[in-house]
Every structure is written in C-alpha cells, then in structure tokens.
C-alpha cells in the first residue's frame, strides 16, 4: 500500500546547504557526502565498533590492520574504550570528512565522538553526548551530511515512539528532529537512512522501538514501511508498507542509479523500488524472496552496480547476486560463514568484510569473529589469511558489529 503524503515541512537548519551540495564523483561510503576513499585508493584501516560480550566491561572502537603490505595484516591493533559498559554498541559513521566518527549506543542513549583524523591508527575519545535531551532514543544509523550527522533515532526517550530523525552538529550538538508519523496518527518507525541527491528523495526504513527491542519483542512487534522524503523540504511523500521490518536502504551508486533495494529481516525479502512517473514517486516490488528462516541482515552493492550481496543470518551463508536487471536478480554465488551479520564493500569493489555479532540478546551462542571474503564477477571466496581476533581480549569477548574503512 502506497500512502502519498503533503505534509508540512519542517526548516532544515542550513536546508539551502544540504539541497546544493552534489556529488563530484561516486561517494565510497553510504553517504554521497563523505569524503573518504576515493575509486584508486585501498583501505588499510578497518574501523570495527564492538560491544563487551558479557556488559560487563567497556564498549570500545576496534581498529584492524588491513594494508596487506603490512607485518600485522589481519590483527586488531588498537582499541580505544568508551569509558562504559551496557551501550550495545551497534552502529557507528563517519563525518563528512571522515575525521570524526560518530558511535551510538543504542541502549544507553549516548553518542561517542572519535578523532580519527590525527593518527588514524591511534583513535582518541573526543567526547560522549547524552541524546535524552532530543527526546528520541535508540541512536541506530550514522549519517553524515553537511554540518553534521543525521542520526536514525527508533523511538522516543521513554521507549515507545515515534521513530526519528535528529540532526547533531559535528560537535554531537542538538539541532533539530522530524519525528515520523504516519497518517492515521500513529507513530511510525526508523531505522536507516540513504539520501539520492539527483532525485531529491531520501528514504528511510522501520525496525521496532526501543523498548521491544530490549524486552526482546522486536520481531512480533516491528515495522513494515519504506518512507520516502523530500529531501530539501524534509517531507515525508509516501509511506509504503512491505515486509516485516525492512531494515538497509541502499541505492544504486551514482548519478545514474535512481533505484534502490531494501532487505525486510523478518519477512525473507528483498525488495527494490525505481522512480515510477513523473511527480517522483517510487514504486516497491519484491524482487526476491529467499525462504524462511534466512533472515537477510545487510546488503551491499557494487560500486558499478552489477552485484547485490546480502548476508542471511538466519541461513548462515552470504550470497551475491547479478543486478544488471535490478527488478530479476540472479544468484550467482553464495559461502557459509556463521550467523554474518555486518558486511562492508571495498571502494574497488574487490573485498567484502563481514562480522557477525547482532544483539546481545541474541548473540548467545554465536562465536565472534570477522571475515574478509574476495568478490567479483568470478564469484566470492574467503581469505584465509584474515582473521582477527574477538575472543581474545583482556575484557574477554567483544561482538564485532559495524565497520568502516579508511
């Protein structure tokens, strides 16, 4: 069900900048504003945010060695604390700099900030920001946009919602929040965010609030709907029920990729949407439907748009599938890995890191660990040489979730 809306908008604090701003090239990250690696460039940092296993200990920003020139390729060489335990480190981005990165504790409501601009390899702790005064909670995605970072707030500080987006400066400071309700009143959910420049439109997705989350009823009691925004205005034109909880949004790469697919966890789909006619709305289709029990976690594409990988939790492996035609995917390789969660792409397209800690209300018996899987037309195969460490801490167990490269 499509539901088209014409909502007020709300002033976007510096609106006229985040409407100007347009892409030089292809962005290597989620984000069309960061300015990280460029297409002729390889990572050799590997930045993993990692919760304590057991709550006990301090959270903490990992950082791995992936220059494969390098005497301690594949090794955690660093950690840098939050200073706390229990925040359920999950999601974290960069700035628009990428000098900064912005890490969430999705159940402590806090919002670490790290310089990773002065000695990339030796983070440092900026400063923790308390994001009650918002009025929001659940800090889940990180999005980086001119003077600052959107983040995908999923519920309200009591627990319940409505979802939200919240805008920080780069300093974490309050700007402004545009809740998502839907038309009947009811608050709506969140969960990521991707923003199309060319089309002006940005999408958002559910997953549950806060609270069914931490009482562990989040799979009966999560959202359905895509909600697609008017990007410069910050007004919510449609609101698209799906599967159950559709959790990434990713866009097709670059000025020529105005579609899109989003990975619904707990209804085994995946769907895609297109600019459908004039007035720019989207049109959903499911696209793949990959069977009970898969629970498709993330999704990655390509850099030219020819591979969609997704990771099934639930089924224990990774996929890749051929896009060419984005409306009929074909499965063209798939490698087991236990329980892959998290997943990153190469800006070269040639190298898919994957993690597999979810929840800590979920990660019971799941042993921590990273994977570094070589990609390309020829299929996918794991690196054997890669293997970090996540088991072997002084503070025990730490569950390695979102990463970022530089």
């Known amino acids: 069900m499509t539901i088209k809306l014409a909502a007020a908008g709300l002033g976007l604090l510096a609106v006229g900048l985040l409407g100007a701003v347009g892409p030089a090239s292809i962005s290597r990250d989620e984000s069309p504003f960061v300015k990280g690696l460029g297409p ?15 709550h006990q200990d301090s959270d903490f920003l990992a950082v791995v060695d992936v220059d494969p020139a390098s005497d301690s390729y594949g090794q955690i060489t ?6 706390s335990p229990a925040n359920e480190a999950h999601h974290f981005g960069y700035n628009v700099n990428a000098d900064r990165i912005f890490g969430a504790g999705m ?13 990339p390899h030796n983070p440092t702790l900026m400063k923790t920001v308390d994001l009650d005064p918002t009025g929001y909670s659940g800090p889940h995605t990180m999005y980086a946009v001119p003077g600052g ?20 400066d780069d300093d974490g400071n309050f700007q402004q929040a545009w809740p998502v309700v839907r038309p009947t009143g009811e608050p709506g959910y969140m969960y990521d965010i991707g923003v199309k420049l060319e089309m002006n439109r940005m999408v958002t997705s559910s997953w549950a609030h806060p609270g069914h989350i931490k009482d562990g009823s989040h799979m009966e009691q999560s959202g359905t709907e895509a909600v697609v925004w008017d990007w410069t205005e910050m007004k919510i034109l449609q609101v698209e029920d799906l599967d159950a909880a559709p959790l990434e949004v990713r866009w097709l790469h670059g000025p020529d990729g105005l579609g899109g697919f989003t990975n619904a966890a707990f209804g085994n789909t995946i769907w895609y949407w297109e600019d459908a006619d004039e007035d720019g709305t989207l049109e959903f289709s499911m696209v793949i439907d990959l069977g009970e029990g898969a629970a498709p976690m993330d999704m990655r594409i390509s850099y030219d748009n020819r591979f969609l990988y997704i990771s099934l939790r ?10 060419a035609d984005p409306k009929t995917p074909t499965l063209l390789s798939e490698v087991a890995l236990p329980q892959p969660t998290m997943m990153r792409l190469s800006p070269d397209s040639e190298r898919l890191y994957v993690t597999n800690s979810l929840l800590s209300l979920q990660d019971d018996e799941v042993e921590f660990g990273a994977w570094l899987i070589n990609v390309g037309a020829d299929g996918m195969m794991i690196d054997e040489g890669f293997a970090p460490d996540f088991r072997g801490f002084p503070t025990g167990a730490g569950g390695p979730h979102d990463m970022l490269l530089k």
């Open 107 to 119: 159940f402590s409501n806090k919002l670490f900030i790290y310089d990773v601009g002065t000695d």
């Open 78 to 83: 660093a950690t840098v604390p939050t200073n």
């Open 40 to 54: 002729g460039e390889r990572e050799t940092i590997l930045y993993v945010w990692v919760r304590d296993g057991d």
């Open 149 to 168: 970072v959107m983040l995908a707030m999923l519920g309200a500080v009591d627990g319940g919602g409505p979802g939200a987006l919240v805008l920080v």
């Open 314 to 323: 639930g089924g224990g492996k990774v996929v890749q599938y051929d896009i």
